[in-house]
């Protein structure tokens, strides 16, 4: 049992929070590389012992150990290196949930080579953005017929790019078909020795942040970054050696790397896989019920859009731990769930830069609608624009303490070929997340809001989440975003805008209603003065909501 955990973690086992927090450790070796100190090494322990687990939405089912990764990522290895790529090399990855992304990731790391996922939700003028801004190398997508129309598109005004591949069932005119040629290659591929081979602080990873304000920053990882990631599934998804973990995300974003490959092969999990075109919810339920995974993990996304569907014929008695990160979650959304499942959410806070900040831990009792505590491998406090720490109570920004000279492992090094941005980030030597929420007493942390999204009403700072949730509390809201809305008198007032839930129309009553609501769970100034019923709201491509474009665009309409 987590025989390769123990290699990186000499205490593991503890007893309460506290405990955790004040003796948890990692080992960095300085060669470190997931690829072969992991994969490999779990493949020479147990060649049979099942990686991933996969599954799609034609209710395909497909396994693979990781002796069966050791070999796929080192053809992937010799088939790249054919092709050019060498260390320090850039390579674009647009594959969903396709297998070939664990294989390929997997064997970019042992090259040295620099992944860098993306979403297959990108416009051309996104993807000609980060291929020419990364300086990337090679294009592997996904065959699907809409993506590769916007590749070639782009592609023919990037010189840079030498080879494009496509993973798919057909081939592709002027694309290495991956699948075809992929069995050619030799499944032997010994770790490099010299300059070839990784050191811990050469660059593994490049995620692009997805920010709902400027353009996306180039989030740089290295080769220590996975072992940062060992928190997020022992302590917060709880994953168990030798059983399945299901985090459901693209592979283009960071919540990949959070859930479905660095901490979970550490420990010995089975990686869960749903390939999906586009998110249903009863499409997504059959598909857990396939995978019947041990431990669960989602964005607050598809747990607000599954408690509106008939979850009484379901069984989640095979799920013993679930979890949540990328957006807070409104307390009824986990009260609804907790009544409609039985399932208790652990939620999490973290970023593209950084593995878990802080969560939920087993160890002490969940509070609906808190980010929990510290993880153990962050100092986190909350910092006011001085630099100096708040009180408890107190609104800051979220911070790691002393980041910069004392990098903690998991960590980003910096957003890159962007020195004001990582100088802005690096406030008085703390890393600062941009988020802001307050600490009560017993050191639960309570999130606010992004430092732009903060309402200025009145003299009152007004954090967009909590409307939120006391607006979710009402029967006839599916999703919401509360955002500022200019007001000569005020300055700006509390905006809801509303997605409704099926049978519910957006009539003057309702918007009573909805008032009244806000003004009794909250304190009363809080309660929006103006609501919008929409269709849907804009989010970015990894699913987060864009509060940025619901100013602008009222702001666009104020113009007129």
């Known amino acids: 049992m987590y025989e390769i955990l123990k290699r990186f973690c000499p205490h593991r086992g503890f007893n309460s929070y506290a405990e955790m927090k004040g003796k948890f450790r990692i080992v960095v070796p300085e060669d470190f590389n997931f690829g072969f100190d992991v994969v490999d090494a779990w493949a020479q322990l147990d060649p049979d012992k099942p990686a991933l687990l996969w599954t799609n939405d034609s209710g395909e089912m497909r396994s693979f150990s990781f002796g069966d990764v050791r070999d796929e990522s080192n053809r992937a290895v010799n088939f790249l290196r054919d092709k050019g790529i060498r260390k320090g090399d850039v390579v674009m990855l647009i594959l969903k949930q396709r297998p070939e992304v664990w294989f390929l990731l997997t064997a970019l790391h042992k090259l040295g080579a620099v992944a860098l996922p993306a979403s297959y939700q990108l416009t051309p003028k996104d993807l000609r953005y980060r291929l020419e ?85 180039m989030v740089r990882h290295d080769h220590s970054s996975p072992l940062g990631y060992i928190t997020n599934a022992l302590f917060w998804q709880c994953v168990e050696d030798g059983r399945v973990h299901l985090t459901q995300t693209d592979s283009g974003w960071a919540k990949f790397a959070w859930g479905k490959i660095y901490g979970q092969w550490i420990c010995g999990a089975c990686v869960g896989a749903y390939d999906t075109e586009k998110f249903i919810p009863k499409a997504m339920l059959e598909a857990i019920m396939r995978l019947k995974p041990y431990s669960f993990c989602a964005p607050a996304t598809i747990f607000r859009f599954l408690i509106k569907e008939d979850l009484s014929g379901y069984d989640f008695s095979f799920i013993k731990h679930s979890s949540l990160a990328g957006e807070p979650l409104n307390p009824e959304v986990f009260r609804q769930i907790e009544s409609k499942t039985g399932l208790r959410i652990y939620e999490g806070f973290g970023q593209s830069e950084g593995s878990v900040l802080l969560a939920n831990f087993p160890w002490d009792e969940i509070r609906p609608g808190s980010m929990g505590k510290p993880s153990p491998i962050y100092d986190i406090f909350l910092m006011r624009e001085d630099g100096s720490p708040c009180e408890d109570g107190e609104v800051g920004a979220i911070s790691v303490r002393n980041a910069l000279n004392n990098h903690p492992t998991g960590l980003f090094r910096e957003y890159w070929k962007d020195e004001a941005a990582t100088a802005k980030a690096f406030q008085f030597g703390h890393y600062c997340t941009g988020d802001t929420a307050w600490r009560d007493a017993d050191g639960y942390y309570w999130f606010v809001g992004r430092n732009d999204d903060v309402i200025k009403c009145s003299g009152y700072r007004i954090g967009p989440f909590e409307v939120e949730s006391a607006l979710m509390e009402h029967p006839a809201v599916l999703e919401c975003a509360v955002t500022a809305y200019p007001d000569p008198l005020r300055g700006e007032v509390v905006k809801g805008t509303i997605v409704l839930a099926r049978g519910f129309e957006g009539t003057d009553e309702l918007i009573k209603e909805l008032q009244n609501l806000v003004k009794r769970v909250t304190a009363p100034y809080k309660y929006p003065r103006v609501i919008e019923f929409v269709k849907e709201l804009p989010k970015t491509s990894s699913g987060k909501i864009m509060r940025t474009a619901i100013r602008a665009a009222d702001m666009q309409k104020l113009r007129k």
């Open 133 to 217: 801004l990364a300086e990337a190398k090679m294009l592997i997508t996904v065959g699907d017929e809409d993506i590769v129309a916007y590749a070639k598109q782009v592609l023919k005004d990037s010189p840079g790019v030498k080879n494009y591949v496509t993973v798919g069932d057909e081939a592709v005119e002027g694309a290495i078909d991956y699948r075809r040629v992929i069995g050619d290659y030799s499944s032997e591929y010994e770790r490099p020795t010299g300059e070839e081979n990784t050191s811990v602080n050469d660059p593994l990873l490049i995620y692009f942040s997805s920010g709902t304000t400027g353009m996306p920053k």
